[in-house]
């Protein structure tokens, strides 16, 4: 069912330009000796869509984020639709098996592209797991319907090799993909995305379906072959940056592996560094 909703007042420009806090939780289920810094670091190596201030989190393998396949939460739709992190942080944030979340505020600019003073084509973080945790990453492709990116449950790596993905990108299953400017982000049209529309709202026809790999435009709309992408958008770099390896609380090496990794369509998604390949199989 589709239910055509109102225009949604044009925010986006301005939560895209934002200035807040990155926030972050102090770990609460690894003990101090287990805990280690990790950079990381989110390139955008596309010059097609701009991404929205991102959100990243480790966690235990206990919980999974965001579920491909699932249906996406409202928080995560106000990502995927409106490049609006806050509410995902909040509810990242009460899961018990979560330990730290960051919440950009800037967007990512795309190859070329424009943004707010601050942003560039590439965003660094530093965020601390502990031994056995998982990262996840989330941004919006800004001028899309709800389409966003990152990585979902990766291993964080235990040694000082560092790990770099090209990441999947996903429909959110919550918005009608109309690639119209009068569905799209403000902000993507006024600045950042490669394509120059008028601030029109973002509005938003509701869909209820799972979280898919996304199929691309459609070139349908508003949106061109300049807005289109045919391959990842995002390199995502997990690069350990404590000195010392991990020592205790490892976890065997048969604990189970979290479902994304047999929901791998062909084609995205995939390691172009590092010594993980032993965990993942995309
Ligand atoms: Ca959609
Ligand atoms: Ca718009």
Redesign the pocket.
Known sequence: MIVRLALVPALFLATLLAISRPATLPPTAQAAEDDAPYRITLTNISTAQPLSPPILATHSPRTMLITPGGTATESLRKLAEEVQNQDLMAEWRGDPDVHVVIAGDLPIRRVGGDGPAGSSTSATFTIHGGAGDFLTVAAMLGCT??AFTGVISVPLPDGAAPVSLRSQIW???????TETSLDLPDACGTQLGAQRFPEDGSGHEA?SEPITNHRGLTLSGDLTDVSAWNGPVLEVRIERISPLPFVANQLPVSIPRPPFVTFTPPGSGFITSGAMSGYLDQ
Not at 171 to 177: I, M, Q, V, Y
Request: no cysteine.
């Open positions: 319907n709800d429909d959110a299953g919550t918005e009608l993909n869909t």
